[in-house]
C-alpha cells in the first residue's frame, strides 16, 4: 500500500520554554508548537495584556511582544503581573531589534520576566560594534537562563555577510544566482551566529532557529537547507504573508511541504490583519494546518461539503456554521472535561449525494435533504442512522446531539 503521513520529524535538540510551572517544549520530539504575536503597542501594558490573554485563549501556546522602546520595556514586567493575576501562564518572548542589548541590559525585570528573546542578528549595526551587541545579549541570556531564537529574515540579512558571500560567489567557476546566494546567506547567517552564541555560553539547547523569507519556493529551499546543516530547532514562518486567503494559502502551502517532510518544531502564520480583524485568526489557521496534516488535534473538525445547486437554501450553511463555531466555543472545557474530544469527527452535508456516506465515515453526522425539500435531516453516530430531525430547530437539536455524544 501506498504509505500516508508525514515523514519522520527530523531529530532536532529539545528547548524548554518556562514560565514558572508551565514549559513548552520546542523541538526535540515534542509536538509542533503554535505560536503568535501581539500588535498591541507594548507600552500599554493594560491592551497588551489583553491581546496576549485572547491568544492564549485561542491555543497560542507561545506569545511574543514587540520591545522595541525603554517604555515598553518597562511595562513588560506588569504585563507579565497581570497575565499571571489572571491565570494565564503563556511564556512571553521579547522581540529585539537594534536596540535589543540596551534594553536587556537597562531594564533587568523585562529580561528576567520573559521566557524568551528573539534576537536578529542583521540588524544588530555592523562589524565589531555588532559582534559586541549580539555577545551582550547572549550573555544576559545565559546569565538569566533564557532561551533565543536566532531569526535571520530576508528582509534585514546581514549585509557585511551577503557583501562577502556576494564577492565569493564572483570567484566561482559557475557563479550562483543572486537569489541563491541570499538563500545560502540567510542559513549561513543563522547558523554561524548559533554557533557563536553556544562559544559565549549559551548552552545548545537553548537555541532556536528561523530564516524566514516571504516567498513560498524560497522558504522551502531555505528550511530544507537549514534543517540539513544543523540540529537546532526550526521556527517556521512565512514572513510578511499578506492579507485574507492570500496570506492563509501561501503560509499554508509552504509550511505545508517542510511539515510533511519533518522539518518545523514550532510555527507562526504571519497573516496582515484586516481592518478591525481578528488577530486570534492566526493562531486558528496555524492550528488547522497541523491538525489537518494529522500532526496535532486541538478541535474536533467539521467535514463540510461546499454546497451546490442543490443546496439553495441557507438551512445547509448556517447549519455547517453554527456547529463549527459551537466546537471550538466548547473546547476550553471540553478540552479538561472529555480528554481526546479534539480527535472527533463531525460531518455536515448538503444532501444525500455524498451526505450519507461522509456522515457514516465520521463520529457523528448530519445530512440535510437538499434544496426544495422540507428540512428533514437525519444523523450518523458511529456509522449508524439514528434519529431524523425536522422543522426549524435542526441546528439546535443536532448541538444538543453532538453534547450528548461527547458526554457519553
Ligand atoms: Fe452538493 Fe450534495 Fe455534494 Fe453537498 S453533498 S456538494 S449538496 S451534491
Redesign the pocket.
Known sequence: PVSVGPAARRPTRGVTVRWGDKAVRVGGGAPVVVQSMTNTDTADAVATAIQVKELALAGSELVRITVNTPEAAREVPAIREQLDRMGVSVPLVGDFHYNGHKLLSQFPECAQALSKYRINPGNMGGGKKRDDNFAQMIEIAARYQKPVRIGVNWGSLDHELMARMMDENSRRTQPWTAQAVMRDALVVSAISNARRAEQLGLPGDAIVLSCKVSHVQDLIAVYRDLASRCDYPAHLGLTEAGMGSKGIVASTAALAVLLQEGIGDTIRISLTPEPGGDRTREVVVAQEILQTMGLRAFTPMVVA????G??SSTV?QELADSIQSYLRRQMPVWKTRYPGVETMNVAV???????PGESRHADIGISLP?TGEVPSAPVYIDGERTVTLKGDHIASEFQAIVENYVER
Open positions: 461539503c461546499p454546497g451546490c442543490r443546496t445547509f452535508m448538503g444532501c444525500v449525494v455524498n451526505g437538499g
